[in-house]
């Protein structure tokens, strides 16, 4: 299997993957917490405007898409806050707005069609250039440094929004900050997993990790491993059988999560055992003599 590693757009694919792995799962586990599971979805279609607009000004359309969808998202969290429209509807607009933005706009690109939005909607291997690899290795160290380092700061306001206002933290800015850090995620994600699918790499694996584990920091971690684990497997299989990756990585995704879905009851009645087991000698101690 060595052999893949012969081929410079392989090196580059398998790089984007492993930071794609590791920078998914780590701003997806803050987004489940919120019960904001699918707003990586919304994020990836108005991130094709993104996309489009890149052609028709002839500029690579990561930084385009970055920005684009880091603006869609910080429309969502204004929406939210001071919009009448429930957080759902905005969510709606982002989808169909999305899209339609991203159709019309290649369309007026010289030369370009409906078909080049499908590399950045469902990914590809083959696409991930030099400067895309950049791109990505740039974003996804912005994305570990929020997500790792205000960890305690984001933790709270996914928990409790107001707590965490009483504390003192600026829980608008953080909100902001964080929607802005899943953007930037959805369009690192773009050549591998493709637009329509990161969503699913930003939640699957946190919702396996969160079967078998306990707490917020053994969770992420286990999230973090699963994700990467699945992200490279997924690039590299899909060079071998000449398959779509991003299809690939959500499928091995979804098997990881029912493995761990099919173990936890397992897990659990193991657990139940050993700490009924560990209290039974208490217990039997604590009883006095019949006869005392």
Excluded at 102 to 115: D, E, F, R, W, Y
């Amino acid at each position: 299997m060595i052999e893949i590693l012969d081929y410079a757009f392989m090196q580059r694919a398998l790089l984007a993957a492993l930071l794609v792995g590791v920078a998914a799962p780590a701003v997806g586990i803050y987004l489940v917490q919120r019960h904001q599971a699918i707003m990586g979805d919304g994020i990836g279609h108005i991130a094709l405007t993104g996309v489009a607009l890149g052609f028709l000004l002839s500029t690579n359309a990561v930084w385009t898409a970055v920005l684009v969808s880091a603006a869609g998202a910080v429309a969502i969290e204004l929406v939210r806050w001071y919009g009448k429209a429930r957080g759902d509807i905005a969510l709606a607009l982002l989808f169909y707005g999305g899209m339609a933005g991203g159709v019309m706009i290649i369309n007026l690109a010289p030369g370009g069609s409906t078909a080049d939005l499908l590399t950045a909607m469902f990914g590809s291997v083959t696409t991930v250039a030099a400067e895309d690899v950049t791109a990505v290795v740039l974003l996804s160290c912005a994305v570990l440094a929020v997500c790792l380092g205000l960890r305690r700061q984001l933790f709270a306001v996914c928990q409790d929004e107001e707590f965490a206002r009483v504390t003192g933290l600026p829980v608008r800015l953080l909100n902001l900050l964080l929607a802005v850090t899943a953007a930037v995620t959805v369009t690192v994600a773009m050549r591998v997993v493709g637009l329509l699918l990161v969503s699913a790499l930003m939640v699957i694996p946190v919702a396996a990790a969160q079967q078998v584990t306990r707490g917020f920091a053994v969770t992420l971690g286990l999230s973090v491993t699963l994700g990467t684990l699945v992200a490279v497997s997924g690039t590299v299989v899909s060079f071998y059988a000449d398959v779509p990756p991003g299809a690939t990585i959500v499928l091995l995704a979804i098997a990881v999560f029912a493995a761990l879905a099919a173990l936890t009851p397992l897990v659990t009645r193991r657990r139940a055992v050993r700490s009924a087991g560990d209290e039974a000698p208490s217990g039997l101690l604590s009883r006095e003599p019949a006869g005392g």
